[in-house]
């Protein structure tokens, strides 16, 4: 769930000028951590409660990377997405962004 101050923080981050140019190339090399979950049709999680991970191909490039910058933040609570997005910097985060928004869903 998101709380209501996550979701002003994330509508405020997407609508706010990208601040650094995504790398759709760079991206798909560091996409490894997202297609374990992201990348499977249909998958389930059941940690800490079963829910279906949303695919990303196909997104906004800006929302993508308002999403990932709040889970890094933990203005956006999931512990798994919490903990990737952690060790990600803004240049991995605009890279991954370009790379999903740059493809069909």
Do not use: W
């Not at 059941?46 to 203005?75: C, E, F, H, N």
Request: proline fraction near 4%; include cysteine.
């Amino acid at each position: 769930r998101i709380s209501v101050p996550g979701i002003l923080a994330l509508l405020l981050l997407a609508a706010a000028p990208v601040s650094a140019q995504g790398d759709a190339a760079a991206g798909k090399d560091k996409n490894a951590m997202c297609q374990g979950c992201h990348g499977i049709e249909g998958f389930r999680t059941a940690y800490p409660t079963v829910y279906s991970v949303p695919m990303l191909g196909g997104q906004s490039a800006a929302y993508l990377a308002a999403a990932l910058k709040a889970y890094r933040s933990g203005d956006r609570n999931n512990e798994t997405m919490h903990a990737i997005a952690a060790g990600l910097s803004d240049q991995d985060i605009e890279d991954l962004a370009a790379y999903y928004s740059s493809m069909a869903n």
